[in-house]
Structure formats: structure tokens, C-alpha cells
């Protein structure tokens, strides 16, 4: 591995657009730790959505997909759900479920909803993990072997 | 021998069996302390049974161990995995590559089909079903068996813990009653979503050995235990590795 980083990522999310046609499409922002690196409006029914990042730190990072706010008419904005989360073209599988979604929509703001993959109107989902990837033993696991 | 697979092959492998979105992974790929561990704990302490020998690699997943017995001077191999992604991806590499591997695509019991010097089963053992007569059943197939499994410290000496799983992960069984299920493109039963709605959906059983199981497995079948000694390949994981010779 050239360069001083720990791991490179390529993260990809299969997301299923319920948008009914008098909604407006969802925009949303994919990143790592606060950082979002991709910017997509979901039209499609089913598409997948990918960025790449650059871990510099051993240890726990938090993949994030924000569903972006707009202005006005943001109780239209459609509602999608996560169907699959790949790392490296390897799904996390169940652990899908150890996932925390923040909806912005809840009277107290960000509270904690776990095993809720449908993110509704606006929020931020995040998940957790654990850099280098392919130590990884057990739970969950990349690689070849 | 292991940077000539870094230099050589591994790129081409990993894009084989997890596809283009797994690019970076194949660029930045190193061996790490584990598999250097499992590779020269189980391959290398044992070429004698790989070099010049005819093997079947039962439940190759990815083939990176046919792959290396290859590069270790096996005769050939015969990679068993039933998940045609990566059976697939394996004889898509090996066409490229010209191993001198056979891929197919089914479950351990295709072992029958071959005659070969040793049968290797890397990590394979606790997911198949009634493991006493998968193993019986090979005597008229081979000579020697090279098996690594994990060592489960909290299992008593000779008994076996079950424990149920879903079967949507990198590394999963099958429900053996459900076959007709399986999804050909991902080997999985059930999805991360049916998996939740009916949790009985797509289960498996892993099967979890005590230290001197196949010590007594083998005693019971007439077969003689060559080598068996443990090996840490991590700060999680422990494995046995036997040499059974089935003909002695």
C-alpha cells in the first residue's frame, strides 16, 4: 500500500426510491465522519449510490447518509430505504441493522431509532466501522480469506 | 512466494469473485499477519500432502487457498464452493491465469465425484451437516485429510455446540432442507429484510467443535491423526489443524 493512509474505501448503498410522483425526489449526501464526499438526487426506483474516502486513523469511522433538507416543501420530500450496504463490494449483511438513524423530522431532533432502515423525509443514518477493514475477524468480515 | 500472488494474481481475483466496486481493495491489497499465519500454518507446514498431489479444496470460497496450493506445486485442485459468485469468479480467473484448477460449482458432498491424494478443508468444518459421515464417506476418495478449523475453548473436549444463523453473510452455510432457496447469484436463502420479517428464514447451523472432537472422530473411523496442533491467527481466533491419514 503506497501513501501514509490506512485504508481506502469504496462504499456503495442500494437505495429504493418510494417517491410517489407528486413528492419531490430526495437529495442526499454520502460521506465518512462528518465528511460527505458524493451528492445525489434519487430518481430511480432502485439505484445504487457510491463514494470513495480515505481513512487516515485506525479504528471506528462512521459511514453517513444524509437526506438533505430543502427550504420549502420539505414535507414533501419522498421517502427511500437502504436495501444494501457494500463495502468493497461486500455487503455488511445484518449488521445492516446495527445502523442509527437520526430523523430531523422528531420533536427532540436527533434521537436514536436502530433497526430502522426506512429513513423517511429528512435525517441523517450513520454506521459504524472498524478501520483497517480486513483485520476484521468474526461478526463481519472482507476479504479473500 | 506470497508477493508473486500480491504482484501476480490477487488484483485479478479479488475484481473475479466481489466485482468492480471492489477496485480499491484490489490495489491497495497486502497479506496481513493473519493470513501469513494460516497460509504458512496449514500450507506450508504441510507441502508435503499439497506439492506433486492431486487435491479438493472442499468450500474454496474465493480459491485463494487453490490459488496458492497451485503456486505450491499441486498437481491440481478441485475447488468445491457452492456460491457460483465466487466458483464463477474463481474459473473466470483461472481462464485468465491457466491454474491448473477445476471449479465447481456444489456443496461439500460433490467430493465424491474425485479421486485425489488430499482433501483440504480450510475453515470449512463447522458448516457441514453430520460431519462423521462426510468424513467416513471419503476413505474411498483419498488418502490424507488436511483440516483447519477453529478451536472453540468453551466447547468440552469432544462435543459439539449449534448454533443458528442467518444466512446472509460473506461466510455462511446453508439450511441443507431449504436448497431449493438459494439464490444462484449470491448462495444466500433469505435477504437482510425477509431475514427480519421471518427470522426462521434462511437459517443455518454452524456447527462448533471441542478441542479433541475429530481426535475421537478419527479414532472412531479407523483413521490415524498424523499431526494436530493449535495456531493463534489472531487475538480472536484459534485453530486446530489436523493431518488424518485414512489409509493407514
Known sequence: MSGNYVERLRISIDIENQTRKDQINPTISLGLNDEFYSHYTVTNDF???????IVYTVGSQIVQLKINELEQDSWRIGQIYIRDLRI???SVGMNLYSSIYYPVSHPDGHTEMPSILCLGNRGLWSFQIDTPLHENTKDWKIGLV | MLEEFVDSYSKDLILACFGDEAELYAEDFKITESFYRKYSTTLLENI?????KTIVDVGSSTGVWSVLMCMLGAKSVV?????AKFSNGLKKFTNKHNFPITCVT????ATSDYIVDTVVMMQIADLIPDIVTFLAKLKSNTDKILLNTELHSHVPNDQIEVVLRPNVSLRHGFNFSELDTVDSVTGNQTDIFKAIEDPDNGLYLMYNYGANYFQTIARYLGYTVEKNYT???DEKTNSSIYVINLKS
Open chain 1, 47 to 53: 439505484d445504487t449510490y457510491s463514494f470513495d474516502a
Open chain 1, 88 to 90: 468493497h463490494g461486500i
Open chain 2, 48 to 52: 508435503d500432502i499439497i506439492r506433486n
Open chain 2, 79 to 83: 475447488s468445491i464452493e457452492p456460491r
Open chain 2, 106 to 109: 456444489d456443496f461439500h458432498t
Open chain 2, 231 to 233: 495456531t493463534e491467527y
